[in-house]
């Protein structure tokens, strides 16, 4: 569904992708780890167009989308929730996620997207007024979550969605990804936490250094010697 | 002599008229520098060039009323559309290259915009000053012990009025949350779907449509000639600092404090004074309070 095809991107002089490829099925979790600095964040922000590659091309269900607009790319379904959450802090939370249904296929069906959301996250609704900025870092994700769902994704892509949570809403955050999953949203997930990472997505890729090393089922991946030694302590 | 008694045989309550000219002259102050905090709010950009706009006004006013005869008033119908649209011809011609550029060619950018439009309206209308005469700017009210005329009331009203509805609308609107939003973070507001090249564009043209109304608004309160805007946006910038940049409550209260320091330090020292007032005003809050009068409320305040 979402490919990417011999993605070099830089930063300036320093190169952060080599040629990276690879493919997001239709209503899978894809999940793309590796340690700090290996890309995957960047290989994110190639995909909703803040970076441009220099090389290679971003397609989706056959449509080239390396020339479109990273704002016209979300009307296309294609969503991001930023690392770090990025909410609009000074908004309440009911602003911030009509903020997400800003496309016009979104706004359409705000409201019933809404209730989706309310439903998925229950704490939202009881802190509709609350400014974003005061949530605790749980909250704030699932507002981050629940506002890229308003935008009506076809592909929902978290950058580090558990960085910085207490185990248990680690647990949370990855138990409403399989929710969002199980309801058919296709998502492409970049995670420090490899093995619960591998254990939720049916294929994953590894990124080493803006190289992609490994690439197969997760199941398959957790299974493999090179990524026990690298990244579960095995 | 003591001015209160050049206006005539009726008693005039001094304080109650320095009262009533401060709220009256800062509802005017306010609405020009709405415009001026708007567009540094979202855009971060501080446009020199906002008296130019509003001098561009006050022509607008003069030659509809020398021409046509029409009261400045019914101007305003045609200033707002107008100058919305020549906002957004200003952003796409001018702003547009320099939105993402440093601090420095931004601020030569638009002085050099503000040196352009002078000199413009000096080859077009000449130096020479014009006076807008409707006859509201004739019809003294006396009330409670004060003074004023109908234009400075009607100005207020309706600068207030603007004012108020550019609070609605970046509070309650959908565009207006949007702007908001692409002040506080930029790049979330993409990876939301929004273009923000056009939120600049629709930010800079309600900056220039508000302050050109305010220019139409007080053509019959002021004389009009080529650098008049210069000596609004002095005093807009001290409105914006004491409120806080890019805070639009911030700035409806900055105008009356400076509104209020200029009434009172015209009456009681000489109009010549007022200046004088406002920049040690302008220069202590820098010193004192650079986030402005209100504390520090920081980005809080961006766009609104």
Same mark, same amino acid.
């Given at each position: 569904?979402?490919?990417?095809?011999?993605?070099?991107?830089?930063?300036?002089?320093?190169?952060?992708?080599?040629?990276?490829?690879?493919?997001?099925?239709?209503?899978?979790?894809?999940?793309?780890?590796?340690?700090?600095?290996?890309?995957? &964040?960047?290989?994110?922000?190639?995909? &909703?167009?803040? *970076?441009?590659?220099?090389?290679?091309?971003?397609?989706?269900?056959?449509?080239? /989308?390396?020339?479109?607009?990273?704002?016209?790319? *979300?009307?296309?379904?294609?969503?991001?929730?930023?690392?770090?959450?990025?909410?609009?802090?000074?908004? &309440?939370?009911?602003?911030?996620?009509?903020?997400?249904?800003?496309?016009?296929?979104?706004?359409?069906?705000?409201?019933?997207?809404?209730?989706?959301?309310?439903?998925?996250?229950?704490?939202?609704?009881?802190?509709?007024?609350?400014?974003?900025? &005061?949530?605790?870092?749980?909250?704030?994700?699932?507002?981050?979550?629940?506002?890229?769902?308003?935008?009506?994704?076809?592909?929902?892509?978290?950058?580090?969605?558990?960085?910085?949570?207490?185990?248990?809403?680690?647990?949370?955050?990855?138990?409403?990804?399989?929710?969002?999953?199980?309801?058919?949203?296709?998502?492409?997930?970049?995670?420090?936490?490899?093995?619960?990472?591998?254990?939720?997505?049916?294929?994953?890729?590894?990124?080493?250094?803006?190289? /992609?090393?490994?690439?197969?089922?997760?199941?398959?991946?957790?299974?493999?010697?090179?990524?026990?030694?690298?990244?579960?302590?095995? | 002599?003591?001015?209160?008694?050049?206006?005539?045989?009726?008693? $005039?309550?001094?304080?109650?008229?320095?009262?009533?000219? !401060? #709220?009256?002259?800062?509802? #005017?102050?306010?609405?020009?520098?709405?415009?001026?905090?708007?567009?540094?709010?979202?855009?971060?950009?501080?446009?020199?060039?906002?008296?130019?706009?509003?001098?561009?006004? %006050?022509?607008?006013?003069?030659?509809?009323?020398?021409?046509?005869?029409?009261?400045?008033?019914?101007?305003?119908?045609?200033?707002?559309?107008?100058?919305?649209?020549?906002?957004?011809?200003?952003?796409?011609?001018?702003?547009?290259?320099? $939105?993402?550029?440093?601090?420095?060619?931004?601020?030569? !950018?638009?002085?050099?915009?503000? !040196?352009?439009?002078?000199?413009?309206?000096?080859?077009?209308?000449?130096?020479?000053?014009?006076?807008?005469?409707?006859?509201?700017?004739?019809?003294?009210?006396?009330?409670?012990?004060?003074?004023?005329?109908?234009?400075?009331?009607?100005?207020?009203? $309706?600068?207030?009025?603007?004012?108020?509805?550019?609070?609605?609308? %970046?509070?309650?609107?959908?565009?207006?949350?949007?702007?908001?939003?692409?002040?506080?973070?930029?790049?979330?507001?993409?990876?939301?779907?929004?273009?923000?090249?056009?939120?600049?564009?629709?930010?800079?043209?309600?900056?220039?449509?508000?302050?050109?109304?305010?220019?139409?608004?007080?053509?019959?309160?002021?004389?009009?000639?080529?650098?008049?805007?210069?000596?609004?946006?002095?005093?807009?910038?001290?409105?914006?600092?004491?409120?806080?940049?890019?805070?639009?409550?911030?700035?409806?209260?900055?105008?009356?404090?400076?509104?209020?320091?200029?009434?009172?330090?015209?009456?009681?020292?000489?109009?010549?004074?007022?200046? $004088?007032?406002?920049?040690?005003?302008?220069?202590?809050?820098?010193?004192?309070?650079?986030?402005?009068?209100?504390?520090?409320?920081?980005?809080?305040?961006?766009?609104?």
């Amino acid at each position: 569904m979402l490919r990417l095809e011999g993605i070099d991107a830089f930063y300036g002089d320093l190169q952060a992708l080599y040629d990276v490829s690879l493919e997001v099925e239709q209503g899978r979790v894809f999940a793309l780890v590796g340690a700090n600095a290996a890309g995957k &964040s960047t290989t994110l922000r190639v995909i &909703s167009g803040l *970076v441009t590659p220099r090389r290679g091309r971003v397609v989706l269900d056959g449509q080239d /989308l390396t020339t479109v607009p990273a704002h016209a790319r *979300v009307d296309l379904g294609v969503v991001q929730v930023p690392e770090g959450r990025r909410l609009f802090p000074f908004m &309440s939370v009911t602003e911030n996620l009509l903020l997400g249904a800003h496309t016009p296929r979104a706004r359409a069906e705000r409201d019933a997207t809404l209730k989706y959301v309310y439903t998925l996250f229950p704490v939202l609704a009881e802190r509709r007024g609350q400014l974003a900025g &005061s949530l605790s870092g749980g909250e704030q994700q699932m507002c981050a979550i629940g506002r890229a769902l308003m935008a009506r994704p076809r592909v929902l892509m978290l950058d580090e969605p558990t960085l910085g949570l207490a185990p248990v809403l680690v647990k949370r955050i990855f138990d409403t990804v399989r929710t969002i999953n199980a309801d058919g949203m296709t998502i492409m997930l970049v995670e420090q936490n490899v093995r619960q990472a591998l254990t939720l997505a049916q294929r994953a890729a590894v990124l080493e250094s803006g190289h /992609l090393v490994l690439h197969g089922q997760g199941a398959a991946l957790l299974a493999d010697e090179r990524l026990k030694r690298a990244y579960l302590g095995m | 002599m003591d001015p209160a008694r050049r206006l005539g045989r009726a008693q $005039i309550d001094v304080f109650a008229q320095l009262g009533v000219s !401060t #709220i009256l002259l800062g509802g #005017i102050y306010a609405l020009i520098a709405v415009g001026l905090t708007l567009i540094f709010g979202i855009m971060r950009v501080v446009n020199f060039a906002h008296g130019e706009f509003l001098m561009l006004g %006050m022509y607008l006013g003069f030659w509809a009323f020398t021409l046509l005869s029409m009261d400045p008033w019914f101007v305003l119908f045609v200033s707002i559309p107008l100058f919305f649209g020549i906002g957004v011809l200003t952003y796409v011609l001018v702003m547009k290259g320099v $939105i993402h550029a440093s601090h420095n060619v931004q601020i030569f !950018t638009t002085v050099g915009l503000s !040196t352009a439009l002078q000199n413009t309206a000096l080859v077009l209308w000449s130096g020479d000053f014009h006076t807008v005469r409707p006859w509201h700017a004739l019809r003294p009210i006396r009330m409670l012990g004060t003074a004023f005329n109908l234009s400075q009331v009607v100005a207020f009203v $309706i600068a207030l009025t603007l004012t108020v509805l550019l609070f609605a609308f %970046m509070r309650f609107t959908h565009t207006g949350r949007v702007m908001r939003a692409t002040a506080q973070d930029r790049d979330a507001a993409i990876l939301m779907g929004i273009d923000t090249d056009r939120v600049y564009r629709i930010t800079f043209a309600l900056g220039i449509a508000a302050v050109g109304a305010a220019g139409v608004l007080v053509s019959p309160l002021y004389a009009v000639y080529p650098t008049a805007g210069l000596q609004f946006v002095l005093l807009s910038y001290v409105v914006v600092v004491l409120g806080g940049l890019g805070d639009m409550v911030g700035a409806l209260i900055g105008s009356l404090i400076v509104a209020a320091v200029e009434v009172a330090g015209s009456y009681w020292f000489g109009t010549a004074w007022k200046e $004088i007032f406002y920049f040690l005003l302008f220069i202590g809050v820098l010193v004192f309070r650079p986030a402005g009068l209100f504390g520090q409320r920081g980005a809080e305040n961006l766009g609104v």
